[in-house]
Structure formats: structure tokens, C-alpha cells
């Protein structure tokens, strides 16, 4: 538990900086150069969580399963050859096929050397995840933690670097694109220096005869768990990657349908493009908590204490809801504001607004399917990823020429629901027994109607005193954040929407929740 609580600080804080930096990077190159990176980015997002979340954590079930260290380090090599034979196949369709996905992704053949940029990034990969990997299954959180934390900040700097370095000496937006992707391999590079000790130990000692001669853990026995296995934790946590993936591939071919001209429709889709870093910031919070607790059920899955499983799955559940259905209610209310001040200016209001209702099923989402991997139930997931692609695909088809961005915003939001469903109706109903208090989604809907009609009525009454400029927008969403939030703290503790525990759940959540107390004694 306090390996995943590092891991899960780690995480949250990798998640914070992959969202902000968009923030300032946006700023610097503007809507067409932030077109350019995100066209892209899917293709290194991808990369990211197979070394990172996907592939480790199915190493690390795979290592812990061994009887001895013997065991442990020839799977290991073997896990990692046959992921380097992976990356290079990975390398030579993205390196070798650069002109065709560039002309793939809207027929913008200038893309090509910035897709070529982030191809070398695959070559770190098998480092990454047996490196992060083997020390999770030797339930060391340490390595991988600090791996994850440095390549963070190391890829973000970078970035930032290059588009104030790109800015000021004239360069093309997609030289900087080039350049800013290229920085995720050096990101990769820096991660790795940062494993090689924890590498070492997989090399550490000669392996027997009749180690090898093991059955279980042959090349082809191995490399077909890794494929099914692993593949699909790694579909299942790089599904909103994914979705992107399908916008790159869509969006702005679609936008031309709409009747915009190309360039009209790069800029267009730089200003969607905003709501990626939204709806990562507004899924921290839901997502950070449940990670620290989904933990929890393994264990108590594995000791069969249904009791406490229950008890936890409720717990995250409700949380998560609550949560993200505030974080999602809260940005659309002060969207304009919120929009102006970190991208400057408030085009695509109305689409970013649709864009960040996916903060719920997309954060419900995680949570399901993460608790089917803690009870083996992953059974038919894999084919509700590529449902969810498809159905984000044809929705974009359908909608976009018709509403533009705001269409393909709604389609994000959509596509995600039959995997949450499905997700949902695996799980053990025994989880669900009793897990609701009485009124519970009603007093849920009174406190986001409540929290939403505030915040909204704050952000209308503040642009009309401090104006809509972006230094007056600094203001409104200051105050309407500030009149939201005691809105909705207010409304819960009026309802008792959180019970005692669940106030304990959250960060300083007890110190609130004995200061409402008085309030009512």
C-alpha cells in the first residue's frame, strides 16, 4: 500500500505537468503551432503509456508470479527482447510511413519529419517497461516513481524551451513542432539513466538449464501473454490517446467538409485541441484518489474479504462521481473565463464546454475497468476499446460537417459510454449491494445544479464589472471558482452527501469536515 501510494503521488504529479504545459506552450506558438504538436501527439501518447502504465504493470504481475530470482530475470530478458522486436516494428511504421500518416492526418504532408521526431522514442520503450516493470514486481515503486517524474519534467522543459527558443528566432510552426516532439525521446533517455541500476539486476546472474527448460515461461508462452495480456491493459489505459488518434486522422479533413479553408481548419482544430489538458486537469483529482485506493482491492480481492472489497469499491465509486461531475459542471459554468485566461481568448467555448462532460465517463471509466483487471473480469473489454474508436469515428463523420468542432466534442463525450457500460454491467453485482444512501442521486443533482447555477451567475456578473479581457478573466474565474466551490461544499454538508469517511477521503477533507460541524453545533 505505500508502494502505490507512491506510485500514485508520482503519477499525480506526471498528470499535472502533462496537463499544464500545453498551457504556455499554446501561449507561445499559438493555435496553429499547438495544431501541429497535437496532431502528433497521439503518436507519443501511445508510446508513453505502453513504457509506463500498460506493459509494467502486466511485467510486474508476471514477475511476482516466479518462485525465485533465477526465474524472475530470464523472464525479464526475455520480456524485453521481445519488446525490442516490438519497438522496431513500431520505429519502421512511423519512421518509414511518416509521408503516408502525414497525408493520413489531413492531407498535410508537412507533418512528416515532426511524426519521424517522436519514432525514436520507441527505442527507449523496452527499457522503460521491464525497467519499471521488474522493481513493481519486486514490489520496488521507487524506480518507477522517479523515472516517471524526471522524463516529466525533462520532455516538459524541453518543450517549453523550444517554443520560446522557436518563437523568438523565427522558426516555422512545425520545425518547432519537430523539435518539441523530438523531445520526449530525449525525455526517454533521461528516464532510462535513472533504471539502469534497477536494469542491472536483470542481468545480474547466469540462468540454468533447467531454469530455461521452464515451460511456463517460454519465448512464444511469454510473448503471447505480453500480446493479450498486456496488450490490453495498455489499450485499456491509452484509450483517450486513442480517441485523439481517431481526431488526428479526422478532425481536420472534416473541418475542410464543414467549408473551411485548410488553414482555417489547422487553426480550428488547435482551438479543440484545448480541451485535452481540461479534461486532464478536471480527471486529476477523481482519478488520483481512486488510484490510491484501487490498490486496496486486489488485496482484498485475493483474501476473499468481500466484506471490505464492497466497502472500498462503494467508497471510490461515489467519490468519483461526486468529483468528477463537479470538476466536469464547475468548467462549463466558467468556461469563457477559464478559456480566455489560460489560451487568450474564448473562441470554441460552446465546443470545449461538451469536451469536458467526458471528465465523468471518462473518469468512471478508469475506475470500472481497473477494478475488473483487480478481479480478473477482463473478459470483452478488448473489443469495447475498438467499439469505442469506432463509434468516435463514425460520430465524427456525422457530426462535424454538420456542427464543427462542437461536433466532435459531443462525439468524444459519446463514444466512451458503451465501454462504461459494459464495464459497469462486469463487475460482481454483489459489489452494488446497498451501495447507494437513500436520495443520494437526488441530493447528487440538486448539489451540481446548485454548484453550476453560482459559478455561472458569478462568471456573468463578473464580465460585466471587470470586463472580458484575459487580465480581467484572471478575476472572474477566481471569484466564480471561489463562489462555486462554497456552493457546493455548503450544499453537501446541507444534504450530507459525503458521509464522515468520505470527507476524510479527500485531501484536508477532515479539517473541512470539523469546521462544517461546528458550523452546524
Do not use: C
Not at 66 to 90: M, T
Not at 178 to 198: D, N, S
Not at 404 to 428: E, K, M, N, Q
Amino acid at each position: 500500500m505505500a508502494g502505490a501510494g507512491v506510485l500514485a503521488a508520482a503519477g499525480l504529479v506526471a498528470k499535472v505537468l502533462s496537463a499544464i504545459y500545453r498551457v504556455p506552450f499554446q501561449n507561445l506558438v499559438g493555435n496553429t503551432g499547438f495544431y501541429v504538436y497535437q496532431q502528433v501527439y497521439p503518436i507519443y501518447g501511445i508510446g508513453m503509456v505502453l513504457a509506463l502504465s500498460g506493459w509494467p504493470l502486466f511485467i510486474s504481475k508476471i514477475i511476482t508470479e516466479q518462485p525465485d530470482d533465477a526465474h524472475q530475470q530470464l523472464v525479464a530478458r526475455r520480456l524485453f527482447w521481445s519488446l525490442v522486436g516490438i519497438s522496431a516494428v513500431l520505429f519502421t511504421i512511423v519512421f518509414g510511413g511518416a509521408p503516408a500518416l502525414a497525408l493520413a492526418m489531413g492531407g498535410n504532408i508537412r507533418l512528416t519529419p515532426v511524426i519521424r521526431a517522436v519514432a525514436w522514442m520507441f527505442w527507449f520503450m523496452p527499457f522503460l517497461a521491464v525497467g519499471r516493470g521488474f522493481a513493481q514486481g519486486q514490489r520496488n515503486m521507487i524506480p518507477t516513481a522517479t523515472s516517471q517524474v524526471v522524463e516529466q519534467i525533462v520532455r516538459v522543459a524541453i518543450i517549453i524551451g523550444v517554443a520560446w527558443w522557436g518563437v523568438h528566432t523565427g522558426w516555422s510552426d512545425y520545425r518547432i513542432g519537430e523539435w518539441a516532439t523530438f523531445g520526449a525521446t530525449i525525455a526517454g533517455l533521461a528516464a532510462t539513466l535513472f533504471l539502469v541500476r534497477t536494469l542491472r539486476g536483470v542481468w545480474q546472474q547466469p540462468i540454468t538449464l533447467t531454469v530455461k527448460q521452464d515451460k511456463t515461461i517460454t519465448w512464444r508462452h511469454l510473448f503471447k501473454r505480453l500480446w493479450f495480456e498486456g496488450g490490453l491493459l495498455a489499450l485499456l489505459a491509452a484509450l483517450l490517446v486513442l480517441l485523439q488518434l481517431v481526431d488526428s486522422f479526422s478532425t481536420k479533413a472534416l473541418l475542410e467538409t464543414f467549408g473551411l479553408s485548410a488553414t482555417k481548419a489547422e487553426y480550428t482544430k488547435g482551438v479543440y485541441d484545448r480541451g485535452q489538458p481540461l479534461v486532464q486537469l478536471g480527471m486529476v483529482l477523481a482519478t488520483g484518489l481512486s488510484t490510491s485506493l484501487l490498490p486496496a482491492l486486489r488485496q482484498h480481492f485475493v483474501r476473499q474479504d468481500n466484506v471490505a472489497l464492497r466497502h472500498d469499491f462503494q467508497l471510490t465509486m461515489r467519490l468519483a462521481i461526486i468529483l468528477s461531475g463537479v470538476s466536469a459542471i464547475g468548467l462549463v459554468a466558467v468556461m469563457p473565463a477559464v478559456n480566455q485566461l489560460l489560451f487568450g481568448s474564448r473562441e470554441g467555448s460552446a465546443a470545449l464546454s461538451w469536451f469536458v462532460l467526458a471528465i465523468v465517463p471518462a473518469t468512471l471509466m478508469t475506475i470500472a475497468t481497473s477494478a475488473l483487471q483487480s478481479f480478473d473480469r477482463t473478459r470483452g473489454l478488448i473489443w469495447f476499446v475498438w467499439v469505442t474508436m469506432t463509434v468516435k469515428a463514425g460520430l465524427n463523420v456525422w457530426l462535424i460537417p454538420h456542427w464543427g468542432i462542437t461536433g466532435a466534442s459531443i462525439a468524444t463525450t459519446v463514444a466512451l459510454l458503451p465501454i462504461l457500460g459494459y464495464a459497469l454491467l462486469r463487475l460482481p453485482r454483489t459489489l452494488w449491494q446497498g451501495w447507494l444512501p437513500q436520495n443520494w442521486w437526488l441530493k447528487l443533482f440538486g448539489t451540481l445544479v446548485v454548484t453550476g447555477v453560482f459559478a455561472k451567475m458569478a462568471t456573468l456578473v463578473s464580465d460585466n464589472l471587470f470586463g472580458v479581457s484575459r487580465g480581467a478573466s484572471v478575476l472572474t474565474a477566481v471569484v466564480a471558482v471561489i463562489v462555486g466551490a462554497v456552493a457546493f461544499v455548503v450544499m453537501v454538508a446541507t444534504t450530507d452527501l459525503l458521509t464522515t469517511e468520505e470527507w476524510e477521503a479527500l485531501p484536508k477533507g477532515d479539517r473541512l469536515y470539523a469546521i462544517l460541524k461546528r458550523g452546524k453545533e
